[in-house]
């Protein structure tokens, strides 16, 4: 029988947290490069202030195999801060022990209790885990398409931009 459970991330967990998100980007055919992300990264940014996420882990029989990694978005329409998911996220070897679904369990936990009205996360289209998603009762927004601007794009609108007063 293998133990799990579901914890809030510590500093020293930030290597952990590098290796899973390099692990996610394998399971999603990326290429390592693409994983700029480093240990004082992950503790500038998850553990001092202001704290731009926060993260979850999943472990079995001690061992890290999954995170949740989160931070507050805002609904306008709501008036009240939402919870977004970036990536959730077990090891292959740790899947079918209940890991993704307490992860989930766990952030609509901390929903809940801070008065959050809603939950989002993207799913690519070819990942088999949008059943789990559909069983936990999310819904696929078909009407809302994701558009993204990057480096190059964000420097060249920038500098079209007048003073902020």
């Known amino acids: 029988m293998t133990a799990t459970r579901i914890r809030w991330a510590r500093a020293e967990d930030a290597g952990e947290i590098v290796r899973l998100?390099?692990?996610?980007?394998?399971?999603?055919?990326?290429?390592?490069?693409?994983?700029?992300?480093?240990?004082?990264?992950?503790?500038?940014?998850?553990?001092?202030?202001?704290?731009?996420?926060?993260?979850?882990?999943?472990?079995a029989d001690g061992a890290a195999v999954g995170f949740a990694l989160f931070f507050?978005?805002?609904s306008t329409w709501e008036g009240r801060a939402g919870l977004y998911v970036e990536d959730l996220f077990v090891e292959e070897k740790a899947?079918?022990?209940?890991?993704?679904r307490a992860l989930m369990a766990a952030?609509?936990?901390?929903?809940?209790?801070?008065?959050?009205?809603?939950?989002?996360?993207?799913?690519?289209?070819?990942?088999?885990?949008r059943e789990f998603y559909?069983?936990?009762?999310?819904?696929?927004?078909e009407e809302w398409l994701p558009y993204r601007m990057t480096g190059p794009a964000i420097a060249e609108l920038a500098e079209t931009a007048g003073e902020i007063g």
Do not use: Q
């Open 21 to 59: 998100i390099r692990a996610l980007a394998a399971y999603e055919n990326e290429p390592p490069d693409s994983v700029k992300i480093g240990e004082a990264d992950v503790l500038r940014d998850g553990f001092t202030e202001p704290r731009r996420f926060e993260c979850l882990i999943a472990e």
């Open 72 to 74: 507050h978005n805002y």
């Open 95 to 100: 899947r079918g022990l209940g890991l993704g």
């Open 107 to 129: 952030i609509a936990r901390v929903a809940r209790d801070r008065r959050c009205p809603r939950i989002d996360l993207w799913v690519l289209h070819w990942n088999p885990t």
């Open 134 to 141: 559909h069983r936990i009762a999310m819904n696929h927004m």
